[in-house]
């Protein structure tokens, strides 16, 4: 891997398709909190990550399996890679709540991306568990959405190393953010919002 790139944790994908300001404020500037979503999340994983890896329903599935890619500056980890008696290889992701636009999907493409060039293989398909709906959601990894993956890295490196936040969306998303707190869309995307602000905190320092 080129020492100058910036390793883009694969998790942080997803909540770059989510929301670009989000991501850059946990996995640039290090805030987190954590709300009712997270919570349930955390304890639904921990039943998936304390899971044995054994056969299943004739294929053989592997848990908690770190991956990486040199020529895309990826690492992180797979909550379950499968494998058929043919030898295809599929990701698979758990997500303990519903599902939100494609935010996910680039998370478990990437992470095909980073099985293929470690495994030297061509990987057609994935899988996202949805706990909220209790359904397995296939996601086929066609041209396009390889090309959203790559475009989702670039962005989000490009983020990261600028050290910048993306505008606030202000948007439905919002409501179910745990940094909403941190964020402030409401403020921070309207411009006189800002200018009371400041001027509240500096009649509150004099």
Known sequence: MDDDLLVVPLR???HHGYCPRQAALIHGDGVWRDNV????????HKRVDEAPSRRERGRQVHRRVEV?????GLRGRCDVVEVDDDGSV??????????????????????ALCLEEMLD????????????????HPVVLHAGLRRA????????????????LPEAPDDAR????????HCAPMVVSDPAAVERYIEQEVLACE
Request: with cysteine; glycine share 10%.
């Open 174 to 181: 919002c409501g179910q953010c745990q940094l909403l707190s």
């Open 68 to 72: 990486w890619s040199e020529r895309l």
């Open 12 to 14: 942080a994908l997803e």
């Open 37 to 44: 979503h997270i919570l349930r999340g955390v304890r639904g």
């Open 121 to 136: 293989a061509t990987i057609k398909d994935a899988a996202i568990w949805y706990g909220g709906l209790r359904r397995r």
């Open 149 to 164: 993956t790559l475009d989702a890295i670039e962005e989000l490196r490009s983020t990261l190393a600028a050290g910048t």
């Open 90 to 111: 599929r990701p698979v992701e758990y997500k303990m709540g519903v599902r939100h636009g494609i935010a996910a999907d680039l998370q478990v493409c990437a992470q």
